[in-house]
């Protein structure tokens, strides 16, 4: 049985948990303003609200619904395009209407849900974060200008939010209907909290009578849907003892549920590994970072995972429990193969922890995909690095796209340790990564192709940590 709140109504369901919110919405409860789109996340048309009880007060952020699996709504606030209606035109809708950015109107309640979950951000709403908010929204027909110049208005109508309590602020404009203001008290009142069925089920290793383990779903949902619709589902996206960030004696710890937006977000991650800030716009879209999970990123074990590829050069540890005493292991370890994990089936990942010493250490990640945003790498690469006088004293640098595997190139960060930071020991350097590298050609690129981009991000972490010591013409030898 899985109960939340959907826009005013308590609901109650025993289908499927595995089954989409995408097809409960549509199909079970009559709500078609969320539309159909690509099934895959890619184009936002299905984007609601997921609202989730935090102290006192909701969060709401933006879901792509057709990935999320119905158990995953267990205890939120589910809001779709219905659950905004005021009787009136909001800014944001009127903001699109007045600026032409809508033509069949197919992609209109996604981006429209989007711009929602920034309105009721409890962060100051620039014309950039309005912008970035429906990054994962796509128009076949209006073209982006328009919507560029809807975004911009309801950046300057949200200038003065009160990001203390920004649901208030807006129902108080009359922007979001009253009935918002009732949510936290109804959702305290729902019992099970999400993830604690599945908290039971874990510890007992009773896996295959219980389900599919699932986090995000960002995943899982696109490649087994069909299966995930007819089955139970440890969900363990919401479970408390995954959650949350810490440092403990010098070293950061995140659960393993913890969301690629909540990482981004967080204070204490901020301040241990400062550089976090500028890799999360990187990775996939806003509703998808608010859904997919670290441990997700790690077990799906895709070669270009991007956090994977984050965390190798980090010399990250994972915590592995679930199959008896927990145990923790570098996470270059974790990948045996292809997809093939050091994890049996009743073991689950419960931490992932690293050290960082941020007033020494050096940090750069790179990503070369067709497009900037909301794209998978072809090949992607990440260093951290520590010098002392002239010498690289140490090196820890990953690679996706080039192996069977997310990689730690171990043989060419022993080689760089102890060298001095120079064009001749790069060029060195190189050969040794291009002899620990095993590039397939794919959709994404040719071997040959694969292996340059690698040479030329090896040289652009460089290029970026010592712009004084190597000259950019170093990518042309
Ligand atoms: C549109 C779109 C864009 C994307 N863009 C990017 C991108 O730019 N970069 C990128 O790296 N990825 C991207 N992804 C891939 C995906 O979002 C990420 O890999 C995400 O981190 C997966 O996390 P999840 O929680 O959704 O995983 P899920 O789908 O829930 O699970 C994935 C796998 O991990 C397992 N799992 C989850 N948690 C645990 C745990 N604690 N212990 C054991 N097993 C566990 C599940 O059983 C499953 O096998 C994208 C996906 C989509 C749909
Ligand atoms: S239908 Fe395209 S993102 Fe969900
Ligand atoms: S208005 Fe037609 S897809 Fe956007």
Known sequence: MVTFILNRELVTTDKAEGSSLLDFLRYDMGLTGTKTGCREGDCGACTVLAGALSGGTVIYRSAVSCLMPLGNAQGKHIVTIEGINTGHLSHIQQSMVSNGAIQCGFCTPGIVMSLVAESTSHKESTTNSVISSIAGNICRCTGYKSIERAAQEIAAALSDKDVTD????????????????????????????????????????????????????????????????????????????????TTEAGRCIIGASVTISEAGESETLRKYFPEILSCIPLIASEPVRNMATIAGNIVNASPIGDMTIILLALNADVTIAGGGPSRAMPLRDLFLGYKKLDMAPEEYLRNISFEYDSAKALFSFEKVSRRTHLDIAS??????????????????????GVSPVPLYLKKTSAFLRGRAVSPSSLLQANEVLQ???????????????????????????????????????IGKL
């Not at 007992?204 to 986090?215: E, N, P, T, V």
């Not at 260093?383 to 690289?392: A, N």
Request: with cysteine; hydrophobic share 40%; net charge negative.
């Open 435 to 473: 002899q620990e590298i095993s590039p397939i050609s794919d959709a994404r690129g040719s071997a040959d192709y694969k292996r340059l981009l690698l040479r030329q991000l090896l040289f652009a972490h460089f290029l970026k940590l010592f712009p004084e010591k190597i000259n950019p013409d």
């Open 379 to 400: 090949v992607n690469s990440a260093i951290q690095l520590c010098t002392e006088g002239d010498l690289i004293a140490v090196c820890h640098l990953s690679a996706g």
């Open 166 to 245: 920004p649901v208030r602020w807006l129902v108080e404009r009359q922007q979001l209907p009253d009935y918002f203001l009732e949510i936290p008290v109804k959702l305290s009142s729902i019992t099970r909290s999400p993830g604690d069925a599945a908290g039971a089920v874990i510890e007992s290793g009773k896996l295959s009578d219980a389900g599919i383990r699932i986090a995000g779903g960002t995943d899982l949902m696109v490649k087994h849907a069909d299966e995930l619709a007819e089955s139970g589902i440890i969900s363990l996206s919401d479970r408390k003892d995954l959650q949350g960030i």
